[in-house]
């Protein structure tokens, strides 16, 4: 089964609004969580990187103020897009790093992504 | 800086025949690489990861991949393609174990009966 779940799934919501996606480790405490983002036909791009209790760092070119991410405990980080247009509609997909118990090594592990549709 | 090129975006082989999806990184540091798969509207799967060791990584669905420092190659490897095979295929590089993953372009396999 999953061990990273991200909700919503699908999502739309009206321009201007703020839509919050959530990234949950369901049975490890993920020290680090990373956000990605994919255009449909393309490759996934590195948005953020997130520790719990620190500040987000944020990749070249993407607005640190308009995709806020908090990771407010060991098991999950938030990103919420704010004031959304439709050109920041996209797939968005998180992952997780951790050591699960009977997995050796420190491994990555991914969401199942959520669809966020700007009207 | 890390890159990935991911050579093809789109392979077609038939059911049965081998698939080979090539995959060159570029890293300052020993990297770390990886071969994921995407179904469609899903996210990623985990196919195969080269840490350190054994230069060749078998995987899950009878794929394997093959760490070449001098080439700087990681060529996802299945002998025998399956009609399930057919998907979107990402090769990805990190710097050690960060976590943190540049990706390929990707690279669109589709299996022909």
């Known amino acids: 089964g999953a061990v990273v779940s991200q909700h919503p799934s699908r999502v739309i919501c009206k321009s201007g609004t703020s839509v919050k996606i959530e990234c949950r480790s369901l049975d490890f405490q993920a020290t680090t969580m990373f956000w990605y983002r994919q255009f449909p036909k393309q490759s996934l791009m590195l948005m953020a990187t997130s520790n719990e209790g620190s500040k987000a760092t944020y990749e070249q070119g993407v607005e640190k103020d308009k995709f806020l991410i908090n990771h407010a405990s060991l098991t999950l980080s938030t990103l919420t897009v704010t004031s959304a247009h439709p050109e920041d509609s996209s797939f968005y997909i998180c992952s997780a790093r951790g050591f699960r118990r009977d997995v050796s090594g420190n491994t990555i592990y991914f969401g199942e992504g959520s669809w966020l549709t700007v009207v | 800086a890390q890159s990935v090129t991911q050579l093809g975006s789109h392979v077609s082989v038939s059911e049965g025949a081998l698939v080979l999806l090539r995959c060159n990184y570029s890293s300052s540091v020993p990297p770390y690489l990886f071969w994921y798969v995407q179904y469609p509207n899903q996210g990623l799967q985990l196919l195969l990861k080269?840490?350190?060791?054994?230069?060749l990584v078998k995987g899950i669905n009878g794929f394997e991949a093959e760490f070449k420092k001098s080439e700087t190659s990681f060529h996802l490897t299945k002998p025998s393609a399956h009609m399930s095979d057919a998907a979107e295929y990402f090769c990805?590089?990190?710097?050690?174990?960060?976590?943190?993953?540049?990706f390929g372009q990707g690279t669109t396999l589709q299996v022909k009966p």
């Open positions: 990805a590089v990190s710097e050690g174990n960060t976590g943190k993953l540049i």
């Open positions: 080269y840490t350190t060791g054994a230069t």
